[in-house]
């Protein structure tokens, strides 16, 4: 059926269903699809100016998940269905209605559409898809399964035209695009030269709790439910807090959880290089300005957030020598509550790879930027997913990190250690002098941060806890003398 060129968003957006699903005859689902889309095209030609305008934005809206549009746009199929006695029609079985089938395939995300609004039990539970050439893979109980949707190469490059109306500045001919839906959901495109022929490959994440508290991260097993009143009082003390892990570890959901423990009112800074968290949704009562920079754009904006005014900086994905110097910069004028996340899986590998990088990009002495991130970020949080089951998150560690300037040295006290075998953490109640002293000012807060301590200690202690040297650095010569400050 032809559309006419005018009408170009549904034109690329046109559906090629393939005849048979799971053993259904679809035939007359797409004979179906072709007769709504024919009564679609009608009410276009019919259209002045004016409403062909307003409709065309609202598929737009529609394609990117902007639900009212989307709504508008079902309500014209269901009017055309139920006006023609057709909605008994069949359908493919992985979409819930009719009406949702027909526009999911002429506007939506076709066959992802189930994955992306959660139609089913299952959908619900996974954070991520991947269509790898005409192949659905979704993350479905912590494993990649293999979906019965079957996505055309002209259907897929319907759709990625489709999801690049969300960064106009795109180009397609790059190859590689990353794009934000409004429902939150995260979109990365590798295509052309940069895939094999039928080859193209489009990854989708989404957040599974919209507004993440420490309490239902505990819930999920994340860490144990009676280290909630520590961390929370960790937050009210206004450390500086780093956590490290790698991909889809839970960094962002851990740091978003802590975050909502913040005052409200004191005024923040938040710097990504993507607009993955929408802060504005998961807190908008909180003055926190948001920040979209990196490479150049971050350079561009560095000596202004560095004489800002902010109670605390929080910089989203540290990965390049940019962002490590800023975080750094910040919390070396003594602001406080800073908080990052950064691909790691060891603490103790964080200062030396933030202070190489700083290095390399501008000079400097690493022994001195080393010593200034192991005196600035006072604790890290390690993490990771369960390798038998990836939708599970699990906190590995907590590390301590300090700096005694008498002594020049740096060390880093382990108080929190899982065991993969059991599932169970350890712990230890040592403090140093210097966090006692950062958490003066907050008797009431450093008394929770120590009982809790002590009773988790009680109940699973940390044998081989307490000061670690880590060895790489100059002043770690002599192995086995206590901490400075201990």
């Not at 106009?168 to 590798?190: D, M, Q």
Request: a neutral charge.
């Amino acid at each position: 059926m032809r559309i006419p060129a005018k009408f170009s968003v549904e034109a690329y957006l046109s559906r090629q269903p393939k005849s048979r699903e799971g053993g259904q005859d679809l035939r007359r689902y797409e004979e179906l699809a072709d007769h709504v889309r024919a009564a679609l095209d009608r009410e276009w030609d019919r259209a002045d100016d004016l409403l062909k305008s307003s409709r065309l934005a609202r598929e737009k809206g529609a394609i990117m998940g902007i639900e009212r549009d989307a709504e508008d746009l079902r309500e014209r199929i269901r009017m055309i269905l139920t006006r023609e006695n057709l909605l008994a029609e069949p359908y493919p079985s992985y979409y819930p209605s009719l009406t949702d089938a027909l526009f999911s395939d002429l506007y939506g995300l076709s066959g992802i559409a189930p994955w992306a609004f959660g139609w089913t039990e299952e959908y619900r539970r996974s954070s991520s898809a991947k269509l790898i050439g005409d192949r659905l893979y979704c993350l479905i109980d912590g494993k990649t399964v293999l979906q019965p949707q079957r996505i055309s190469q002209k259907r897929r490059g319907q759709l990625i035209h489709a999801l690049l109306l969300a960064s106009p500045r795109e180009r397609k001919e790059t190859g590689f695009h990353e794009v934000y839906l409004s429902s939150g959901i995260r979109v990365t495109i590798y295509s052309g030269e940069r895939t094999k022929p039928g080859q193209d490959i489009i990854v989708f994440r989404k957040y599974l709790i919209s507004r993440p508290d420490l309490a239902s991260l505990a819930a999920l097993g994340t860490f144990p439910p009676e280290a909630v009143p520590l961390f929370r009082a960790m937050c009210a003390i206004g450390f500086n807090v780093v956590f490290a892990g790698q991909v889809r570890s839970g960094k962002t959901t851990f740091l978003q959880a802590w975050q909502a423990c913040e005052d409200p009112h004191l005024e923040g800074v938040a710097l990504a290089t993507d607009p993955e968290t929408r802060w504005d949704l998961l807190m908008p009562d909180v003055p926190l300005m948001q920040l979209v920079a990196d490479g150049k754009q971050l350079s561009q904006i560095e000596k202004s957030l560095k004489r800002s005014d902010a109670d605390y900086v929080i910089l989203e994905e540290m990965r390049d020598a940019a962002s490590y110097d800023l975080f750094l910069a910040i919390t070396s004028l003594g602001t406080m509550r800073s908080k990052g996340t950064i691909h790691d899986s060891s603490a103790l590998n964080i200062p030396y790879k933030m202070a190489a990088a700083i290095a390399s990009a501008g000079g400097g002495s690493e022994d001195s930027l080393i010593a200034r991130i192991f005196s600035n970020i006072n604790y890290v949080f390690e993490l990771c997913q369960l390798p038998g089951d990836r939708s599970q998150k699990r906190l590995t560690g907590i590390v301590e990190f300090g700096y005694d300037a008498a002594e020049d040295r740096v060390f880093a006290r382990r108080i929190c250690r899982r065991d993969p075998a059991s599932d169970r953490w350890s712990w230890s109640s040592a403090m140093g002098r210097d966090k006692e002293a950062i958490a003066a000012p907050y008797p009431d807060q450093l008394e929770i941060m120590k009982k809790t301590l002590a009773a988790l200690e009680k109940a699973s202690p940390l044998k081989d806890g307490g000061p670690v040297y880590p060895a790489y650095y100059r002043g770690n010569r002599a192995e086995g003398k206590a901490a400075p400050n201990d």
